[in-house]
């Protein structure tokens, strides 16, 4: 087995203190901030190079930010995993934001990532980067808290509120602004101070450590974001649970596995040892939600510079009466059965063709002109691989235990949006 121990792209974290991370550079946050994450990407980088060549030795260099969306990842490294598939796997680098991350993967320097899933659709389609989807990372795992000072107990009135979202092309920018439309609030976002109408509701881009924070100092009303931040916000921040997004929006997607194109059509053979890797991971992570939350705490492995308790919370309180039901944070669970955070790798294409749709009808700031006229289906058909997840789960049936995979047909599904 390799060593556990995680690299830091830079200094060494303060893990006591959870919310001072800084996840991305602040000349990135500025930019996100004023351009939306692709507009912003594509400044610091002046453009990604129309191609790149993976790495042609065959060790395996994860980059991951510190979120539970990579615990896939994470947990192929920690058991081992690779190395029962014959290959060498470096120590996962822990990176603290989506532009350095994306920057380490064009460079070279990872082989394996997790990315929001919008973010590969925008590598391939605008800047004509050979990046392909090869699994998803997870299922569900998000949610929206709101302040404690609030009286917020539907998503109706958020007319009026302030609202953060990690980045403008996210499947939380996606999910939240389809319950404010079923709700008769409009998305709209304004600057700082400026009037909102009753019924707008004004949306800003804001990296996820900053979040329980700014919500706690009431800079904020509500915010929508991946765990363990919203765990985190519970425990240390006075956040209510509103709705858990796998709660509207079945068994989603969130980020997914990716690797260079290159590597999958030239090394075939490794391409499938690591995918059979991260699906054995995928399986023990699902399997062993409260185990894998310990070992990938700041208490554990330290591969999450998070306290135990927040990841466990993060992977595991979710059908607590009182808690969730009650509350309305969750309304689907009886018929639905999935769980706070799933972990099942199959990239079922309706999902993909959604977001596709979807990007294109949700407000963001910054051009999108890429999207116009980009086919759902030719982007399901050509941005994914299926042939290496679809080769490691045949091998390893036990992923069709995960409750957010289709009984009835494990490989196709209905999507299913319901407030």
Request: glycine content about 8%; proline content about 7%.
């Amino acid at each position: 087995m390799t060593d556990q121990t995680p690299q830091t792209s830079s200094d060494a974290w303060d893990d006591d203190d959870y919310f001072a991370l800084d996840f991305t550079r602040r000349q990135t946050l500025d930019m996100l901030a004023k351009g939306g994450l692709f507009a912003s990407l594509g400044a610091l980088m002046g453009g990604l190079p129309q191609r790149a060549f993976a790495q042609e030795d065959e060790v395996v260099r994860i980059g991951y930010l510190p979120i539970t969306d990579a615990t896939a990842l994470l947990v192929a490294h920690a058991k081992g995993y690779f190395e029962d598939e014959g290959l060498e796997a470096e120590r996962p680098t822990l990176i603290r934001g989506w532009s350095p991350l994306i920057e380490g993967f064009v460079s070279n320097k990872f082989n394996l990532v997790h990315f929001l899933k919008p973010i590969p659709v925008w590598m391939r389609y605008n800047n004509n980067f050979p990046v392909k989807i090869m699994a998803w990372a997870h299922t569900n795992g998000s949610g929206l808290v709101v302040g404690g000072h609030t009286d917020i107990t539907d998503f109706s009135q958020l007319g009026g509120k302030q609202v953060a979202v990690p980045f403008w092309y996210s499947m939380h920018n996606i999910v939240l602004q389809y319950a404010l439309r079923q709700s008769g609030v409009k998305p709209v976002i304004k600057a700082q101070g400026e009037p909102l109408a009753p019924d707008e509701c004004n949306l800003q881009v804001m990296p996820p450590p900053e979040m329980p924070p700014a919500l706690a100092a009431r800079k904020l009303d509500a915010y929508i974001v991946a765990e363990p931040f919203n765990a985190l916000g519970e425990l240390m921040a006075g956040a209510r649970m509103l709705r858990f997004t796998g709660d509207i929006w079945k068994n989603h997607p969130c980020c997914v596995v990716c690797m260079h194109e290159e590597a999958t059509s030239a090394r075939a053979e490794w391409t499938q040892k690591v995918m059979n890797a991260v699906v054995r991971g995928a399986i023990y992570s699902s399997q062993n939600k409260a185990e894998v939350a310990g070992l990938l705490s700041k208490d554990g492995e330290g591969y999450l510079p998070a306290p135990a308790k927040v990841v466990e919370r993060a992977m595991t309180v979710y059908q607590d009466e009182s808690l969730y039901h009650d509350a309305g944070a969750i309304k689907h669970q009886a018929e639905w059965q999935n769980g706070r955070i799933d972990f099942q790798p199959w990239p079922y294409p309706s999902a993909t063709k959604l977001i596709v749709e979807a990007m294109g009808d949700t407000v963001v700031s910054g051009d999108k002109t890429f999207l116009q006229g980009l086919d759902p289906e030719f982007v399901a058909n050509d941005l994914v691989a299926y042939d290496f997840v679809r080769n490691a789960l045949d091998a390893n049936p036990e992923w069709k235990d995960d409750p957010s995979v289709n009984p009835g047909d494990p490989f196709n599904r209905e999507e299913i949006l319901q407030l």
